[in-house]
């Protein structure tokens, strides 16, 4: 079984040494790579990442992991040769069960969406991109019969951002959080406003860069095994534990995204960097799942760097980088005017209070189509609709409601909740770190960030994706998926800076 085993991990090896030469190439092409390098870097990718699944999919890797699951059996199944054939196996299952035909049809249909969704959405007009969202809900359904059967056919889509996690547990947690967002937002409306216009003033990019690396560098973000450069989006990527990098955008109309974009893809390049070396250029390097892996972003970003304390430390250093800008101003203003809640039409600028409604619209509207309950040409109105009932506004055009978000017209559906899992894991895991550190905010305050650092080191980070998302959250918290922590810090937060 050992010389399986050592087969398994040589091939596995080479599959993950090619993915990571196209998260790289990726990576080039959106901080460095000139224009005119495009159509080359397409074919470039393409090539690789062909190689990458051919080499994953062979009859040698399917052979393999039959023999190592029969040869595993009766073994405790959380061991983790057990787990490292598991996920391996799964990931095999889902690569080989999608026919070659499918996948080229998929990259077809969805690179024509995407240019009529830019069309549309410069236009602000629907009717234009409906026939192609039409198509891609009909590939959808197509992926999801290579699963069948399942409880409900979103649960195929959800599965590969959340191996395991069912539409129906995703649906409870929604009804949980729903009424009490709403509610609290409603409250909100009544209180006097809290301004964020000195949020708005200029700042010199530099000065934010430069404040973002100190307090990437305090978090403890290795930058021997890491970078950071600026992107269009900011997002993180690796070539395993040992080379991650992030990237961060400066945007003159919202300057302190520089700051806030930089601690949320620490918080993701910390789950990566934290992952054992044992799992390197295997199946169990990467994240649990999308949702855990936002659950260490926004705890980072929002749990830590939008706390009191953390700013008690952090406020003097930032005022010593603006003097004329924030010399004057007391801390506390500051920090309410980063913990602004004001509804607002588009989900990247939404702030904690709103995020999750703009998430669940999505996802309800997803579960809707996938399930035939909804036509195409409904969902304008539907959108709408739910928009008013959920945060109290209407979008005036297309372009600021539906036709908003890209996710559609690249073929990502089932992938919106993990931004919720995220927010509400994150607030779970809060909830247990203070239970076992008493003295976190103490440490805060301090600018101390290593016994929290630590401790999401053992409890989470470590494991890569050896357990699934509910079975890892039950096993460092105690209970499953939980929407209560997340409320619960909410409700403090929004009574704090509003009295509501
Ligand atoms: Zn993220």
Redo the contacts with the bound molecule.
């Keep these: 079984m050992n010389k399986n085993l050592d087969r398994l991990n040589a091939l596995m090896g080479e599959v993950m040494d090619l993915r990571h030469t196209a998260s790289m190439l990726e990576w080039d092409e959106r901080v460095y790579m000139p224009r005119g390098g495009a159509q080359t870097r397409s074919l470039l990718l393409a090539s690789v990442r062909r190689i990458a699944h051919e080499k994953f999919i062979s009859k040698e890797v399917g052979e393999l992991l039959a023999a190592l699951r029969t040869g595993v059996d009766g073994q405790d199944p959380t061991s983790e040769t057990a787990r490292l054939v598991a996920v391996t196996a799964r990931d095999y299952e889902k690569a080989t069960r999608v026919p070659a035909s499918f996948v080229a049809e998929h990259a077809e249909i969805t690179s024509m969406a995407q240019h009529a969704w830019q069309e549309a959405r410069a236009k602000s007009d629907f009717t234009m991109f409906a026939p192609h969202l039409e198509k891609i809900i009909g590939l959808k359904r197509r992926y999801v019969s290579f699963f069948a059967p399942t409880d409900h056919p979103y649960d195929a889509l959800l599965d590969d951002y959340e191996p395991g996690l069912k539409t129906k547990e995703v649906e409870t947690l929604f009804d949980a959080l729903r009424p009490r967002q709403q509610d609290l937002i409603r409250r909100v409306a009544e209180r006097p406003q809290v301004s964020d216009r000195l949020l708005h003033l200029g700042y010199a990019e530099q000065g934010l860069w430069d404040f973002g690396v100190q307090v990437a560098t305090a978090f403890g973000f290795d930058w021997t095994r890491g970078r950071q450069d600026k992107s269009a989006h900011p ?2 990527t690796d070539s395993g534990p040992d080379d991650v990098r992030i990237t961060t955008r400066f945007e003159a109309q919202q300057p302190f995204m520089t700051v806030f974009a930089t601690m ?2 620490t ?2 390049a910390l789950y990566v960097q934290g992952v054992d070396p044992r799992w390197r250029r295997t199946a169990l390097e990467g994240g649990a799942s999308l949702g855990i ?2 659950s260490q ?2 705890l980072w970003e929002n749990l830590v760097g939008r706390s009191l304390p953390f700013w008690q430390h952090f406020w003097p250093v930032l005022q010593g980088q603006f003097p004329s800008e924030l010399g004057g101003v007391a801390l506390e203003e500051f920090h309410r005017a980063i913990n602004r809640v004001q509804p607002s039409l588009i989900r990247v600028e939404a702030d904690e209070a709103t995020y999750n409604l703009h998430v669940m619209l999505r996802v309800e509207m997803e579960i809707a189509m996938l399930g035939g309950a909804l036509s195409v040409n409904d969902l304008p109105r539907l959108w709408n609709e739910k928009m008013r009932d959920y945060l109290g506004i209407v979008p005036p055009d297309a372009r600021r409601g539906i036709l908003q978000d890209i996710h559609w017209s690249i073929g990502l559906m089932g992938y919106f909740a993990t931004y919720t899992l ?1 927010n509400v894991i994150s607030a779970q895991l809060w909830e247990r770190f203070s239970s076992v550190e008493p003295r976190r905010d103490e440490q805060l305050r301090r600018g101390d960030f290593s016994s929290l650092l630590a401790w999401l080191r053992r409890e989470i980070h470590q494991h890569g994706r050896r357990y699934e998302p509910q079975a890892l959250v039950e096993r460092v918290t105690g209970s499953r998926i939980d929407p209560l922590p997340y409320l619960r810090y909410l409700e403090r937060k929004v009574e704090e800076a509003y009295g509501a």
């Design positions: 997002y993180t949320h893809e918080g993701h892996h936002e972003s926004r995220g």
